[in-house]
T-cell receptor
Framework: NAGVTQTPKFRVLKTGQSMTLLCAQD?????MYWYRQDPGMGLRLIHY???????AKGEVPDGYNVSRLKKQNFLLGLESAAPSQTSVYFC???????????FGPGTRLTVT | GENVEQHPSTLSVQEGDSAVIKCTYS??????FPWYKQELGKRPQLIID?????GEKKDQRIAVTLNKTAKHFSLHITETQPEDSAVYFC???????????FGDGTTLTVKP
């Protein structure tokens, strides 16, 4: 039981490049989330999903897209990376919305 | 949308003392309030949570109180230990929409 895993762990992008972050969970959770964490700013919700095939916008969705084609996977895409997207990205999953969120180990992204 | 304010941003206590962290939220529709602990370089992990139909919850040295009328909730840690040193985040969740809003975090340092 791996819990929540994220790929990759680290990535450096040049401005304008694109990439996809993969989140996978093996707990059969319905809810999945993508957050970014910047120093002193806590966790900000980018997008989330309440079940397979669904996505919804969070607080800071601009510049990101997501897809949840399979229940166990939640993908976060950056189409044209900007330095302002330099951050640590955490994925999380939960059985329901009023239940603990299990976080992945994070992806450290640097955009130069 | 929801806004969560967390205070203080840093807190330093002597081992054995108590620590209190407070959060206020703006949306009266929020009905689930978890607290997460994040150690340096690690992922956030749930330490305690409370639902809107409960005023107080305790788990060993940790307790959370909720005042729905005033829209604030607090984390209380008694008999602090050096291993309690970490960043603590509160969150407010509107479970019908599945949307979570986190506070900016409190860095707790427990001095031996």
């Amino acid at each position: 039981n791996a819990g929540v895993t994220q790929t990759p762990k680290f990535r450096v992008l040049k401005t304008g490049q694109s990439m996809t972050l993969l989140c996978a969970q093996d707990m059969n959770h319905e809810y999945m989330y993508w957050y970014r964490q910047d120093p002193g700013m806590g966790l900000r919700l980018i997008h989330y999903s309440v079940g397979e095939g669904t996505t919804a916008k969070g607080e800071v969705p601009d510049g990101y897209n997501v897809s949840r084609l399979k229940k166990q996977n939640f993908l976060l895409g950056l189409e044209s990376a900007a330095p302002s997207q330099t951050s640590v990205y955490f994925c999380a999953s939960g059985r329901t919305s009023d239940y603990e969120q299990y976080f992945g180990p994070g992806t450290r992204l640097t955009v130069t | 949308g929801e806004n969560v304010e967390q205070h203080p941003s840093t807190l330093s206590v002597q081992e054995g003392d108590s620590a209190v962290i407070k959060c206020t939220y703006s949306d009266s529709a929020s009905n689930y309030f978890p607290w997460y602990k994040q150690e340096l370089g690690k992922r956030p992990q749930l330490i305690i949570d409370i639902r809107s139909n409960v005023g107080e919850k305790k788990d060993q040295r940790i307790a959370v109180t909720l005042n729905k009328t005033a829209k604030h909730f607090s984390l209380h840690i008694t008999e602090t230990q050096p291993e309690d040193s970490a960043v603590y985040f509160c969150a407010a969740v509107y479970t019908n929409a599945g949307k979570s809003t986190f506070g900016d975090g409190t860095t707790l340092t427990v001095k031996p």
